[in-house]
């Protein structure tokens, strides 16, 4: 009798934690910086940054690493080949990303997981 009661309410706690997570997945927004303000304490979060191209290099991979600037430091966006991005990037463009933080031999980097987080 008991173990039927626990899991009745197992249930109905596992049921709202889903319909919580469901509701709240929309409101859940990067936070909005400058590049001097990403480090190591961002690590695996997703930022929003807004910044110039100022240079850009595609690796034999097809990798695309994008160099942003702005007024307060610049940082390198990577580009994997799977993310397929069909905007023509140049340098000079203002764009604003939102990408996930990592490191990468000792420098922090962004990583675009997905086009439509590219605004031009």
């Known amino acids: 009798m008991q173990d039927k009661q626990i899991f009745k309410i197992s249930t109905i706690t596992v049921i709202i934690g889903i319909l919580g997570l469901i509701l709240t997945y929309g409101y859940v927004i990067p936070e909005q910086l400058t ?19 100022e240079s850009q290099t595609i690796t034999k991979t097809g990798t695309r690493i994008i160099k942003l600037t702005d007024n307060t430091g610049s940082i390198n966006l990577v580009i994997f080949s799977s ?38």
Do not use: A, F, P, W
């Open 35 to 53: 590049i001097n303000n990403i480090d190591n304490s961002k690590l695996d979060n997703q930022v929003e940054i807004s910044g110039i191209i």
């Open 83 to 120: 993310t397929l991005i069909e905007s023509e990037l140049s340098n000079g463009m203002n764009i604003t990303v939102t990408g996930k933080v990592t490191n990468y031999n000792g420098q922090v980097e962004l990583i675009l997981e997905e086009e439509n987080n590219l605004r031009i």
